[in-house]
């Protein structure tokens, strides 16, 4: 079993930003939604800095809570949960790349199962790279 926390899928103009936690098991990818992910926020002075630091917080107790059930309960049933998280098999899977930025690692997984770019941060490279391997031979 390979499982990689904190991957983000950014927010966007329409969407929340996810938090994920990537587990490759018994030859498949489960991505299961753990919580929400904050915004970079930039903000002046002591009033604002504490409403981010406690909103930023609250999303951190959400992520640590999701995580604590990954060991808890069947990832099949986590799963099917809700429609964030999803189980992809390598034959799903049509192109899978990884990308080197400034502010860390970008993981895009492609095919029939959706697309995905994940956001990951520097330090999680050898794990992120074993995973890469496992898509990319299970599904040659």
């Not at 400034?102 to 770019?117: E, H, N, P, T, Y």
Request: glycine share 8%; charged share 25%.
């Amino acid at each position: 079993m390979l499982r990689i926390d904190r991957a983000i899928i950014p927010s966007g103009l329409i969407r929340n930003g996810r938090t994920y936690s990537l587990i490759w098991q018994s030859g498949k990818l489960y991505i299961i939604n753990t919580g929400p992910a904050g915004n970079e926020v930039n903000a002046r002075g002591f009033a604002q800095q504490a409403a981010v630091n406690a909103a930023h917080r609250r999303i951190e107790k959400k992520v640590a809570e999701g995580q604590a059930r990954l060991a808890q309960t069947n990832l099949d049933a986590l799963a099917q949960e809700n429609r964030h998280s999803k189980v992809i098999t390598p034959t799903q899977v049509a192109e899978v790349t990884l990308k080197e930025k400034r502010d860390g690692l970008v993981l895009g997984i492609r095919g029939s199962a959706g697309k995905f770019d994940f956001r990951l941060p520097l330090d999680k490279k050898e794990e992120v790279e074993q995973l890469l391997q496992r898509l990319r031979g299970a599904a040659a």
